[in-house]
């Protein structure tokens, strides 16, 4: 069965550290979006790629990067970690319009 | 622009009692609109999606859901709550020819025995 798995699960890091999050998805999607989920501001958007070598940025993109070499990967690279990036991330693909699959998501703790 | 209001943020209802949450959006063009359910420390689950078919849309977990285009609305029902319906519920709407999702703020629903 297709499905998108993200790595790690739980993330502990020191304030200034580079960090990257994996996104993987064997559905063959050419759209993946990042989010991050905190208390009271639902999910926001960060970054979103629509095929290879293509990205953009979201709403909360300041702070992150991300890059798109294939089309099952899109890691979210962390450059220098601060403490409000502390929050639950969420990878999630589609095909064009249509349904949002999402994984299971990665909590980062920025110490 | 493109936006969605979820107009509850918390909802309690008791066991076997109708589910209500509300949902209402803005859009230019021919929007999908779909409902997503995550339970605490999970990732998120499609309860189910309407894209320009039957405006009466079922889900899983006997969800449902009316797309009312001259209200602008989506909202989603159930008959009678489950214990196991306790759990945080988004709205969330896409446009024709763009890729993004638009997700509102979320209703987290109680359920009370």
């Known amino acids: 069965d297709a499905e998108i798995t993200q790595s790690p699960r739980h993330k502990i890091t020191e304030t200034g550290r580079q960090v990257t999050l994996a996104c993987h998805q064997t559905w063959n999607h050419n759209n993946m979006f990042w989010y991050r989920q905190d208390l009271g501001h639902g999910l926001r958007l960060i970054h979103y790629s629509y095929g290879v070598q293509d990205t953009n940025k979201g709403e909360v993109s300041d702070g992150y990067s991300v890059s798109r070499s294939n089309t099952e990967d899109l890691p979210l690279t962390l450059e220098s970690a601060a403490s409000s990036q502390t929050s639950v991330y969420f990878c999630a693909s589609s095909e064009r319009r249509d349904t949002q699959y999402f994984g299971p998501g990665t909590r980062l703790t920025v110490l | 622009a493109q936006s969605v209001t979820q107009l509850d943020s918390h909802v309690s209802v008791s066991e076997g009692t109708p589910v209500l949450l509300r949902c209402n959006y803005s859009?230019?063009?021919?929007?999908?609109l779909f409902w997503y359910v995550q339970h605490p420390n999970k990732g998120l689950q499609l309860l189910l999606k309407y894209t320009s078919a039957a405006t009466l849309v079922k889900g899983i977990n006997g969800f449902e859901a009316e797309f009312k285009k001259s209200e602008t609305s989506f909202h989603l029902t159930k008959p009678s709550a489950h214990m196991s319906d306790a759990a945080e519920y988004f709205c969330?709407?896409?446009?024709?020819?763009?890729?993004?999702?638009?997700f509102g703020s979320g209703t987290k629903l109680n359920v009370k025995p």
């Open positions: 969330v709407v896409s446009e024709y020819n763009f890729n993004k999702f638009y």
């Open positions: 859009s230019s063009y021919s929007p999908s």
